[in-house]
Every structure is written in structure tokens, then in C-alpha cells.
């Protein structure tokens, strides 16, 4: 098995986890580890396709890779601190309370 | 020409606009300005008329702009020809008189400030409009006016009916204005230019038309039925009426709806003989019918803004059939020399209107009103005069080119056109002198009214009486007007007055004339015997203006909220229902790609 392969069964595995768990799991914080998954699946392809055949990297696509794991951060950090707010407002962290936000 | 006019004629308002923040710091420069920037406006835009009256070719200055080297270059500049002139003089000059008329109708108005910056941009944008010499400027200064007329319809934001018909107006415009766009993306495509030139230089060039292009004016024509509210988009001007009186002047004397026939006229110079049967057609039977259903509309009418507003639908009819009319002699100028009628009769009607509204504290229902002629001499008589020009009464000029109207549809021989428009001729003195009848004469109707103090002061009593002469005036000046838009009527010969159509005018005057003065004045039948039985029925149907706005409301509101309803059923709510779905949804697309792929 190749870099290339292991790179993105690895990632394709890491979105299906996430999605699992998203479609299956009802407290807030495990949903917002799901979305991190994710993410990370997806910074997982793209930094594989950006590998040449040659075994250079292309930089300009690492450079968007290391910002996208910023930007995963701050999601992260905005998705806890909305299960916190829900939390102090509802007493639990089941997610199906938040069926009240829709109009 | 005064110097750099073509171009300071609309930048001037438009940076006025911008400074009307700082000139607020003050509130009689806050007041002065605009008004004095509205009259410089009108000087310059005075000052370019002898350079285009000794005819081509045209100034048509222009700067490089949207540049990205070797692939596209747009040109854009200002044209100065006798249309674009002409309705520079109309927008401004009809504009700066209304300027005036409001420092006396909204002083002491909340939101004064923002009331003088739309008023500006307004008239900046429309005379932006009609000098552009390309579609996408033109386009741009379309949308720029559609926007002004939103925020000054809806000017007393805190009204209901005023926030709804801003929207509504903005809205419905809109659907027009997407088949505009479209057109102006089509004329790119075949001509990799917005510049009229190119596009005359274009059609010029090919001995037959191209598909493409032929469509082209019909989706022109759906932009102005949008902007001018003809048939069936005409439902957002009579709402429009929710507005403070001097900006219903200025959208339907001199702005906003004159934006669609300035057009349709600048489209039609630009096709020439290359413009298809099918849409002078089509200009003819929009126009006729609009005009004949919004005078039906216009005699049950109750609020004395409605019935302007319907009467400007018409008029703006009346126009439309001019352009479709005269294509085949040359008639451009017919229906330029309605709208300059228009544009005098109905600023004049509107500003005499909100005398009255002014002082009933906002009272708009004719049936309370009655017996205010003694309270507002000057109002009435300029009243009478505008309702009598509007009905096309000799000699006042709405006779002159209305009469022109007629003249034309008899040489063509569109025959089916022509009593449509006599009709609604007939029709239009009928709801004017109705109209004078409920406002002024009689008795007072209501109590509020009896309590109520008229006042009328010098400084709306000025626009009035300026614009009732120029309605005595301009009727004469057919023979000059013709030459300066440098239109021979036919056969070489300028001008000329017909006695069939003239005889057909004082038909259309004796039919809608003597009806309206029986019931009214002579009360036999009085009008309340209108109200009852079949009459009771037509009056009802009218009154609701064929039940277009119900029907829209019905279908595209309601039918469109409860399909929204419906779907909104399909969201529960639940995060792992909506992810599961997803995940199913991605599967079945894999699954799908697999097979087919």
C-alpha cells in the first residue's frame, strides 16, 4: 500500500467516523468532537492530493492545510462554547433541546 | 452649453446628495441647499439645448472605463441628443420646482435630512439615466432609481401601508427588471459592447437581423412595463401612494415611471427600421389596453392620490401607444411630446393635491372632502386646470398631444387602437372632473374637515402657478417641439393638426364630459344610484381594480407561503434525522455514480 492510498482511505475513514457519530450521538460536546473528525478527514485528502508523484509537496497547499486546522480550532472553540451556553440554559446537553431554534 | 454640463447636469445632484450630512449641521442650509442645487441643475441642464437643436451629430464625450487590457474595454460617456436633452430639462426642471414646493410641504418632518438626500440622488440618477451612453450605465442608474423610489415611497417608515408599498413597489419593479438585464446581457454577447452606437452600428451592419437581437426589445419592453407599471406589473403605483405627495409628483411627472418610455423611445432610435413588427405591436396593445382598464380604474377611486395614480398608468399607456403608433412614420416625438404634457399637468395635479392633503393633516378620502374651493383659491384654479388638461380640454396642451395621438393611430389605420383610445379620452375627463367635484365643490362633507384651517403659502402657490401657465404654454409648441427633436411627422411635412382627429377629441370630450357633469353637479342620476345593482357590481369589480392585487396576493404571496409551509414540514429539527438523511443522500448519489459513471 502506497503514502497515497493509506492517505486517503485514512481520511475517507476519518469523514465516515465523523459523520457516523454525528448522525448517531445526541450530547452537544461529542457532536462538536464529530465536526473536529471531520475536518481533519478533510485536511487529511488535501494534504495527500497535494502530494506530487515525484514525493514534493506542493507548499501553497500546506499553507492553506495549517490554516484550515486554525479555522478547525476556532470552529471547535464557537461549537463548545454554544454547548456551554446551552448547557447553563437547558441543564443538559442532549442536542434534540435545540429543536426549539428553528422558526 | 455651460461648462462640463453633460456631466456636472448629474454628478452635480448626486454629490449634493452625498453632502447633505454636513449641510444638516444647519437646518436652514439644510433646507436651502438642496433646493438651490436642484435649480443650478436645471440651469445646466437648460443650457445644453442649443447645442443639440442644430441637429447631428451629437456631443457624445466619453472616457475609458472597466479596463483589463486586451480583453475587455468598456466605454462609457454621456450622449447628448434632443431625446436625452429634452428629458434632462423635464427630470430637472419639473424636479427643482417640486424641491421647492417641499420646504414648505415637509417642514418640520422627521427625517428631513434623509428625505432631501433620496429627493437628490433621485433626480441625479434619473438624469444619470437618460444621458448614459450605454446600457449598463443606464442599467446601473435604472436600479439606482428603482432604490430612491423604495425609500421615499416608504419614507414614513413607521406607517405600515408605507413599509409595504416601498417593498411592494421594489419588488415588483424588480420582476421587470431581471428581463432588462437579460436583454442588456444578450446585446453583449452579440455585440461585445453596451454602447448604443455599437449596437445601431451593429444592426446596421447585418442585412438580416440575428435571432438574438430581434428578441432583444421585447425584453426591454418587460423591463419598462415594470418600471412605468403598465399592465399587468401596474399594481405598485397605486400603492405607491403611501408616500409623501411631492414624491409622488416627482416619480410620476418626472422620474421613475418616465424611466420606462425614455426606454422604449431610446430603443426605439436605436432599432430604427430594423425593429420588429411584432413589438410596435406589442407597444400598441400594451399601452391602449392599460390605458383604457386603469381610466375604469380611475373613476371609482376614492382617494384623490389613487385616482392620480391611475390616471398616470394611463397616460403612461397613452405614451406607449404613441411609440408603437408612430414607428412607421417617424413618430418618436409623439409620445415625448405626451410625456412633456404629462410631466407639466400631472406635477401640477399632485402638487395642488397636497396642498389639500397638507392641511387635512393627511386626509385622502375624497368622499369627506367637498366645498374647499373658497378655502384655496389658487389651489382650485390650478386645479381646474390640470384636470382639464389631463382631459385633454382645448386649449390646454393635453389636448394638443393627445390629439396627436389620435392622428396617428388614423393614418396607420390601427383602427381598434384608436377607440380604445378615444374611450379612455372620454374616460379621463369623467374621474377629472369627478375628482374636482368631490374635492372642491358642495358641501363639506365631514366634520374633521369643517374643523380643519386651508393654508396655502406663496411657496407652494409659486410651483403651482408656474406649472399652470406652462400647461397654457407648451400645447402651442408642437411645431417647435417637432423640429427640435428633429422628427418630420410625415411626408416631409411638420406638424399639422387634423380635423378628424380633432373632431374626434371633442367626441371623447362631450361623451365623458356631460355624464360626469350630470351626476355631480345636476345629481340626476345622483351617483349613489351607482352603487346599487349591476352598476353596484361594476363599481365593485372597479374598485378593485380587476382583482389583479388579489389574485397576485393569492398566488405569488400566499401560494408561495404556504408551498414554503409545506416544505418546512420536512425539517424536523432533529440534528441525527438530518445527518442520517445525509449520509443516505450521499450514499444513493455514490451508489447512482457508480453505476451510471
Redesign the interface.
Known amino acids: 500500500m502506497d503514502v497515497a492510498s493509506i492517505g486517503l482511505t485514512g481520511g475517507m475513514l476519518l469523514i465516515v467516523l465523523g459523520l457516523y457519530c454525528l448522525a448517531t450521538k445526541r450530547n452537544m460536546i461529542r457532536l462538536v468532537l464529530a465536526a473536529e473528525i471531520m475536518t481533519n478527514g478533510a485536511i487529511v485528502l488535501l494534504v495527500t492530493f497535494a502530494a506530487t508523484p515525484l514525493g514534493m509537496v506542493n507548499p501553497a497547499i500546506v499553507a492553506i492545510a495549517i490554516l484550515a486546522i486554525g479555522i478547525g480550532g476556532c470552529v471547535a472553540a464557537i461549537g463548545l462554547a454554544i454547548a456551554l451556553q446551552a448547557f447553563r440554559h437547558y441543564k443538559t446537553l442532549d442536542v434534540r433541546e435545540l429543536k426549539r431554534l428553528r422558526w | 452649453m455651460l461648462p462640463y454640463a453633460p456631466f456636472l447636469v448629474w454628478l452635480l445632484p448626486l454629490v449634493a446628495s452625498a453632502l447633505m450630512p454636513l449641510a444638516a449641521l444647519h437646518p436652514k442650509v439644510r433646507d436651502l441647499f438642496p433646493v438651490v442645487v436642484g435649480f443650478v441643475t436645471a440651469a445646466f441642464a437648460l443650457s445644453m439645448i442649443p447645442d443639440v437643436s442644430a441637429g447631428p451629430p451629437y456631443p457624445n464625450p466619453q472616457i475609458s472605463w472597466l479596463l483589463v487590457p486586451g480583453l475587455i474595454e468598456v466605454k462609457v460617456g454621456v450622449l447628448l441628443d434632443p431625446l436625452s436633452v429634452f428629458m434632462c430639462n423635464i427630470v430637472a426642471g419639473i424636479g427643482s420646482l417640486i424641491l421647492l414646493y417641499s420646504l414648505a410641504y415637509m417642514a418640520g418632518e422627521e427625517g428631513i435630512t434623509r428625505y432631501w438626500f433620496f429627493m437628490l440622488l433621485f433626480i441625479g440618477s434619473m438624469i444619470g439615466l437618460v444621458v448614459a451612453d450605454n446600457f449598463l450605465w443606464l442599467y446601473i442608474f435604472w436600479e439606482m432609481v428603482g432604490l430612491c423610489s423604495y425609500a421615499l415611497i416608504g419614507f414614513w417608515y413607521k406607517k405600515p401601508e408605507a413599509r409595504k408599498a416601498g417593498v411592494k413597489a421594489f419588488i415588483v419593479t424588480r420582476i421587470g427588471d431581471v428581463f432588462f438585464l437579460a436583454g442588456i446581457i444578450l446585446i453583449f454577447l452579440n455585440t461585445g459592447s453596451f454602447a448604443f452606437s455599437d449596437l445601431k452600428g451593429t444592426l446596421e451592419a447585418f442585412k438580416v437581423l440575428p435571432c438574438a437581437l430581434s428578441t432583444v426589445p421585447f425584453l426591454l419592453l418587460l423591463g419598462a412595463i415594470g418600471k412605468s407599471a403598465q399592465l399587468p406589473l401596474h399594481v405598485w403605483l397605486p400603492d405607491a401612494m403611501e408616500g409623501p405627495t411631492t414624491v409622488s409628483a416627482l416619480i410620476h411627472a418626472a422620474t421613475m415611471v418616465k424611466a420606462g418610455v425614455y426606454l422604449m423611445a431610446r430603443t426605439h432610435l436605436i432599432y430604427m427600421e430594423a425593429a420588429p413588427e411584432a413589438w410596435l405591436t406589442a407597444l400598441i396593445w400594451v399601452g391602449a389596453i392599460t390605458a383604457f382598464l386603469t381610466a375604469t380604474m380611475g373613476l371609482t377611486a376614492v382617494d384623490i392620490k389613487r385616482v392620480l395614480a391611475y390616471s398616470t398608468i394611463s397616460q403612461i399607456g397613452y405614451m406607449m401607444m404613441a411609440l408603437g403608433l408612430g414607428a412607421s412614420a417617424g413618430f418618436v416625438f409623439i409620445s415625448q411630446f405626451h410625456l412633456m404634457s404629462h410631466a407639466i399637468f400631472k406635477a401640477l395635479l399632485f402638487l395642488a393635491a397636497g396642498v389639500i392633503i397638507h392641511s387635512l393633516a393627511g386626509l385622502r378620502d375624497m368622499r369627506k372632502m367637498g366645498g374647499l374651493w373658497r378655502d384655496a383659491p389658487v389651489t382650485f384654479y390650478t386645479m381646474v386646470v390640470g384636470v382639464l388638461a389631463l382631459g385633454g380640454v382645448p386649449p390646454f396642451n393635453g389636448f394638443w398631444s393627445k390629439d396627436l395621438i389620435f392622428a396617428a393611430a388614423l393614418e396607420t389605420g390601427n383602427y381598434a387602437a384608436l377607440f380604445l383610445a378615444v374611450v379612455t379620452a372620454a374616460l379621463t375627463l369623467a374621474y377629472g372632473l369627478r375628482m374636482i367635484y368631490l374635492t372642491f365643490l358642495g358641501e363639506k362633507r365631514s366634520e374633521e374637515v369643517k374643523k380643519m384651517h386651508i393654508h396655502e403659502p406663496w411657496v407652494m402657490r409659486v410651483p403651482l402657478l408656474i406649472l399652470a401657465t406652462l400647461c397654457f404654454i407648451t400645447g402651442f409648441t408642437g411645431e417647435n417641439f417637432a423640429g427640435f427633436m428633429g422628427v418630420l411627422t410625415h411626408n416631409g411635412e411638420v406638424f399639422h393638426v387634423e380635423p378628424l382627429s380633432v373632431s374626434l377629441s371633442i367626441v371623447a370630450l362631450l361623451v365623458g364630459g356631460i355624464p360626469a357633469y350630470l351626476v355631480y353637479w345636476k345629481r340626476s342620476p345622483p351617483p349613489e344610484n351607482f352603487a346599487r345593482g349591476g352598476w353596484g357590481a361594476l363599481q365593485r369589480l372597479l374598485s378593485e381594480g380587476y382583482y389583479f392585487d388579489k389574485f397576485y396576493y393569492a398566488v405569488f404571496v400566499d401560494g408561495l407561503k404556504a408551498a414554503v409551509q409545506g416544505f418546512r414540514k420536512t ?6 434525522f438530518n ?2 438523511l ?2 443516505g443522500g450521499l450514499l444513493l448519489l455514490a451508489f447512482l455514480l457508480l453505476m451510471l459513471g
Open positions: 425539517h424536523p429539527g432533529i440534528l441525527n445527518i442520517s445525509i449520509l
